[in-house]
């Protein structure tokens, strides 16, 4: 069976720092490289998860599969296709969608909703009865009233905003779409709503999901699968409920234990990670993670790890991938509470 | 029961028409951390406000906020200058609208230590030590450092150091781990914790995250359409909520549910209209449980034991 | 399985409509008093042939330095031509040269600034460099070598504050264009499909153009000022066309047989002035919501 997006060996190097009139000249600046080596698949119908701190890369991972930042190396397919030049990314456009973090933002601020939400039609000449009713149409399926048309992208509120990004994401029946943290500044009981949306949805048209987040809980409802960032490399992929029981890789271990508990029965006493994601700017040499990692040894200081299959679809980078286990924290205890 | 550090007594504050707190009372005593949780719009940021006596100009306030039985919301400007100065501290969501961009981490240490009779090097000191009680590795490195010099968590802890270079008798926090990644704010949640034994007064958090409160509190305030709907210890709003609000938040939040679901629960509907709230119970249009009394008759405060009580027609002693 | 569509929130109020710019101009004095001004010279301007009592050019040597009567309202210059007359033509030529010379330089500007700011980092480095060069150029030195190699008039006038204003205008736009650029609605619009053309045109342009329009019609009086004092030193609008500089020159050399005609000259200028200025500042509150609160009040 194919992928229907394929990614093999994708790197990713930004140029930095401003020419001047230096950019006269012919030449490339200096780069830096944001994502190197990563390799993964999205089937159809299915959630793959993408989590990793800021400064990890996920962004620029988003963006790269969409074209809009330029990949220096690897090959990216979809549905086949390999995508390399503008042009062959342009044809994927129709079939592929992205829901921006800020929603409000990602909407053009002069346009109303209605003229918004149908742009898609216009842009990929789609003929519809009325731009009108379809608008209309769209709205509801998405639980917005129609008046919401006339109005402009600052005048709602960030659910309102979401949903209306949700409806014109899935205007065209794409099969695939990337999800950049869905309910950013959204509040708990709300947030439900939209990941219901989008679940909804996907169950009713089987498409696929890039869900993009920093929010471990929602990875964790969401996805099928789950892959991990850390400093532009992809340290472990697997099942998402695999790797959320006994995680390989000790950072993945490490986001697990840091996220806060509401059960203060849960607490925990000790620190599952100290100090800060270094910079890209200084890539700690060998393995990336091992400045802040509590199992590191000599190996990890100077060899890169190479990548360890667990299982056929579960993979990690850590040169103790197949005998590691999270180290158990006082918090943990696993004993299902009543309630 | 000694008399409350902190306690806000019947607090009430409208912007025109917009009634943002109504009728909260709340107390802390000393070596506590009490947390306020809400959404957004649920009045938390205006409490927050009353309680470092920097409400905006428009806001009109009644009742009373008082840190050692001290009303410092009617005080003078001057005296409530002092107070927020040498009594209240504060961290920010963001640190770095806390600090000025353009001076260097050791003039703004040293310039929170002005009401201290120290010397410049003696402050310089204080402000080092600080630091690195604060976990920063080099702290000598980070005082020459500007602002957007540090990252996002770094940032935080110098926010902390700053606060506790005042030693303040009240700490209000103000969603301190929003704006950080998971494993940093894990970290700033773990440094509270430690510190707690260090400050002498008590901790407020501010917060929406369920999460936050569940790590660090001792006791709970949820608020919801600018009233307090549920008081308990922490163990009992999470294991023995009574309000239905409170329930139901505990519900959303996916990091309660232990088995994965497909469909997350959600709370139906809005929060009611500030300006216009229904008769009855706030929480009514949303509370499956509401019925006729619910929706015109305001519910009454259902003391369920010495620390624990709710805002509901339906909870019974 | 509960849908996902939650009726509840169909019912959900929409926040009351803000206001809008236009509601915003009128909404403060100072906009009101900006159109109303720019309003009666531009009318002035377009009917002049109607407007105008007499032929602003024809001589009536007999009739020269009329004090303001009933058939001349403001008096006779020292040729016997009616006031009045060639001060309503003189709007024809400020508001003509004004118009025309900023609507030019403002469209070169947008279109080189777009292209700066959109296109490749080469040209916009060249691009940059060319701006740059015009900028630096000393406005008064540039306009006097200009009217000594091509001759004074109407077309070198235009031609003159073209070429010293365009680049201001085209920095604007490239400043803004840059930071629109990377915005989330444009890359929104990429990720679409979107064509270039259409994101240039449909959501860059429009967003792009409001400062300028502010900057523009703040410059207008600027304009209308140095065409005015080029015309009075002769090295503007040539005589006997009407110009409020050739007017106020000639006003200037019979200052004290004719005191009128200066005040005459004097009074539309300023009042034209003052009215774009007003108008510029007001449209610049209008348009830009963070000023919303302070006007609303």
Same mark, same amino acid.
């Given at each position: ?65 969409l074209g ?10 979809f549905d086949?296709t390999?995508?390399?030049s503008p042009r062959s990314f342009a044809g994927l456009r129709r079939d592929t969608a992205m ?8 909407l053009s601020?002069?346009m109303t909703i209605g003229a918004l939400i149908t742009e898609p039609f216009v842009i990929h000449r789609v003929k519809i009865a009325s731009r009108r009713a379809k608008a209309i149409e769209l ?10 048309a ?17 409806a014109r994401a899935l205007a065209l029946n794409p099969r695939l779409v ?27 048209l ?134 | ?113 002005? #009401? ?73 949640? #773990? ?16 917060? #929406? #995250? ?108 | ?11 959900? @109020? ?9 509601? =915003? ?8 008093? =900006? ?49 009045? @007359?060639?001060?309503?033509? =003189? ?33 916009? @480095? ?59 609605y444009i890359l929104a619009e990429r990720t679409l499909g979107a064509s270039n053309a259409r994101i240039i045109l449909r959501h860059l342009l ?50 004290? @047989? ?40």
């Open positions: 069976m194919t992928a229907l997006f394929d990614m093999d060996r994708l790197r990713v190097d930004l140029p930095v720092g401003s020419r001047g009139l230096l950019g006269l000249l012919p030449g490339a600046g200096a780069t830096l490289n944001i994502l190197s080596d990563i390799t993964l698949q999205i089937d159809a119908g299915e959630t793959l998860g993408l989590v990793g701190e800021s400064g990890s890369g996920k962004t620029t991972l988003a963006r790269a599969m809009l930042t330029r990949a220096t190396g690897g090959a990216m397919r086949g390999p995508l390399k829901m921006f973090q800020d929603p409000v933002a990602s601020p002069r709205l509801e399926s998405v639980g917005l009233p129609a008046a919401i006339s109005r402009y992208p600052h005048e709602l509120s960030g659910g309102q905003a979401r949903r209306v990004c949700v990337i999800a950049d943290e869905p309910t950013a500044g959204l509040d708990v009981s709300v947030q439900g709503e939209v990941l219901n949306l989008m679940s909804d949805l996907k169950a009713r089987g498409l696929s999901f890039l869900v993009i987040s920093h929010n471990l809980a929602v990875i964790r409802h969401v996805t099928d699968r789950i892959a991990i960032l850390y400093l532009g490399r992809l340290v472990e992929i697997g099942p998402t409920e695999q790797v959320f029981a006994a995680p390989r890789h000790p950072y993945t271990a490490s986001l697990i234990a840091s996220e806060p508990q509401p059960d203060p029965r849960k607490r925990r006493a000790d620190l599952a990670i100290k100090g800060d994601i270094p910079s890209v700017l200084h890539r700690p040499p060998g393995c990336a993670f091992h400045t802040r990692c509590i199992h590191a040894f000599d190996r990890c200081r100077t060899e890169a790890p190479a990548r360890t299959d667990i299982a056929p679809d579960w993979h990690a980078r850590c040169h103790l991938a197949s005998e590691f286990t999270p180290k158990p924290t006082s918090r943990r205890d696993h004993h299902a509470m009543e309630n | 029961m000694n008399p409350p550090l902190l306690s806000v007594e019947d607090l009430a504050v409208r912007y025109g028409d917009v009634a943002a707190l109504r009728g909260v009372s709340l107390t802390a005593q000393k070596g506590e951390v009490i947390g306020i949780v809400g959404e957004s719009g649920c009045g938390k940021s205006t409490l927050a406000s009353a309680l470092i006596a920097l409400l905006p100009a428009n806001a009109i306030a009644t009742g009373a906020v008082r840190l050692e039985g001290r009303d410092i919301l009617a005080l003078h400007e001057r005296d409530r200058r002092m107070v927020r100065g040498a009594e209240i501290a504060m961290i920010f969501q963001d640190p770095m609208t806390s600090f000025s961009p353009v001076l260097t981490i050791a003039d703004q240490l040293c310039d929170f230590q002005y #009401h201290l009779r120290l010397t410049a090097g003696d402050k310089h000191k204080a402000a080092a030590a600080m630091l690195a009680r604060v976990g920063i590795a080099d702290p000598d490195m980070t005082m020459r450092r500007y602002p957007h010099e540090l990252s996002g968590g770094m940032r935080q802890r110098v926010a902390v150091a700053a606060a506790l270079l005042m030693s303040p008798k009240l700490l209000v926090a103000d969603e301190p781990t929003t704006a950080l990644d998971v494993t940093m704010e894990a970290q700033i949640l #773990h440094l509270l914790r430690e510190l707690r034994s260090e400050i002498d007064g008590a901790i407020v958090i501010i917060t #929406h #995250h369920l999460g936050v409160v569940g790590e660090l509190c001792d006791r709970v305030y949820v608020m919801y359409a600018g009233q307090v709907v549920e008081q308990a210890s922490v163990d009992d709003i999470y294991h023995n909520a009574r309000h239905p609000y409170t329930r139901a938040l505990i519900g959303c939040d996916p990091a309660h549910l232990v088995a994965k679901t497909a469909v997350l629960p959600i709370i139906a509907g809005r929060p009611p209209d500030l300006s216009a709230p229904p008769p009855g119970c706030s929480f009514a249009p949303r509370c499956g449980l509401a019925d006729d009394i619910c929706r015109t008759t305001p519910p009454p405060r259902v003391t369920i034991s010495e620390t624990q009580s709710a805002l509901c027609h339906k909870v019974s002693p | 399985m509960s849908s996902a569509v939650d009726p509840r929130a169909l019912t959900e @109020s929409l926040p009351p409509r803000p206001r809008t710019a236009w509601r =915003g101009l009128v909404g403060d004095p100072m906009g009101i008093a =900006g159109l109303v001004l720019v309003g009666a010279f531009v009318l002035m301007a377009v009917f002049a042939p109607v407007l105008a009592p007499y032929d602003p050019i024809t001589l009536d040597i007999p009739n020269k330095f009329h004090a303001p009567s009933l058939s001349h309202w403001l008096g006779t210059d020292q040729l016997g031509r009616d006031l009045l @007359s060639r001060i309503i033509w =003189g709007a024809r030529i400020a508001l003509g040269i004004a118009l025309t010379a900023t609507g030019v330089a403002g469209i070169i500007g947008l279109l080189l600034g777009l292209v700066a700011g959109f296109g490749p980092r080469w040209l916009d @480095s060249l691009l940059v460099l060319i701006f740059d060069s015009f900028s630096s150029l000393p406005m008064i030195m540039f306009a006097l070598a200009i009217i000594t190699v091509v001759g004074p008039g109407i077309q070198t006038l235009i031609l003159i504050i073209v070429l010293v204003s365009f680049s201001g205008y085209a920095r604007l736009i490239r400043a803004q264009t840059l930071s629109l650029k990377s915005a989330d429009p967003n792009v153009v409001g400062p300028l329009v502010i900057l523009l019609s703040m410059d207008i009086p600027v304009v209308i000022m140095l065409e005015a004092g080029l015309s009075y030193l002769n090295l503007g609008v040539r005589p006997p066309t009407p110009s409020w500089g050739n007017i106020l020159y000639d006003g200037y050399t019979s200052l004290r @047989s004719a005191p009128y005609m200066v005040i005459a000259a004097g009074a539309p200028l300023v009042l034209c002035t003052i009215g774009f200025t007003f108008l510029g500042e007001g449209l610049r509150d209008a348009l830009d919501p963070k000023m919303q609160v302070r006007v609303r009040r």
